[in-house]
């Protein structure tokens, strides 16, 4: 079954702090994986998409890097603004056009000042 | 780029009372379409979703129905809540990335 595994599922970092995310997925021909970040109430906002193994994108104190079996999302010195829930997601293989998201469950990121 | 409008932002409806949510589409034609369902916590449900007008595809059995009569238009129903409708409902759509909307907090009272 085409899976999607986040962990830890809260994480608290004294702000400064540098530390990882991860993402695991069981999905077999992968056709993207999305990293989002969600604020309590509201939508989740995107902030990268990775193809293939080896590929990292940057974006302010985050930068995502994709292996073949898993994401990690690296946060350097991070802010309290940085507080949030991360949420990863890849399309099903089987979804053809439809390409809908499976999400992983996400981390709830607290950073304290 | 496309946005996703989404309304109401709060509802709070009785047991067995109607239920219509609006998802509409800006800057962009033809999208996938998407309703997802995020109860406590933090995981995202695929309801239901749609790749052109009049055509729903269902994900899971529920007390919901959804409809697309409109390219850019995506409405979320149901005849009678239920106390387990209760939840966080977001619209989405797929151009040339997926975008969501700012979400509808439902309470069935």
């Known amino acids: 079954e085409d899976q999607v595994t986040q962990s830890p599922e809260a994480l608290r970092l004294q702000e400064g702090e540098s530390s990882s995310l991860n993402c695991s997925y069981t999905v077999s021909g992968l056709r993207g994986l999305f990293w989002y970040r969600q604020d309590p109430g509201k939508g989740p906002e995107f902030l990268f998409t990775?193809?293939?193994a080896g590929e990292e994108k940057e974006k302010e104190r985050l930068k995502a890097t994709l292996t073949k079996k898993e994401s990690f999302l690296h946060i350097t010195a991070p802010k309290p603004e940085d507080s949030a829930t991360y949420l990863c997601a890849v399309p099903l293989p089987s979804s053809g056009s439809a390409r809908q998201l499976t999400f992983g469950s996400g981390t709830q990121l607290t950073v304290l000042p | 780029s496309q946005t996703i409008h989404q309304w109401p932002a709060t509802l709070v409806q009785p047991v067995g009372s109607p239920l219509s949510l609006e998802c509409t589409v800006e800057g962009t034609s033809n999208p996938n379409l998407y309703w997802y369902r995020q109860a406590a916590g933090r995981g995202l449900q695929l309801l239901f979703y749609?790749?052109?007008?009049?055509?729903i595809s269902s994900e899971v059995p529920q007390n919901l129905s959804a409809s697309r009569p409109q390219d850019r238009q995506f409405i979320l129903s149901s005849k009678k809540l239920l106390l387990s409708d209760s939840g966080f409902y977001l619209c989405?759509?797929?151009?040339?990335?997926?975008?969501f909307g700012s979400g509808t907090r439902l309470t069935v009272v």
């Open positions: 749609s790749v052109g007008i009049g055509q």
């Open positions: 990775l193809y293939s």
């Open positions: 989405a759509g797929l151009d040339s990335g997926y975008t």
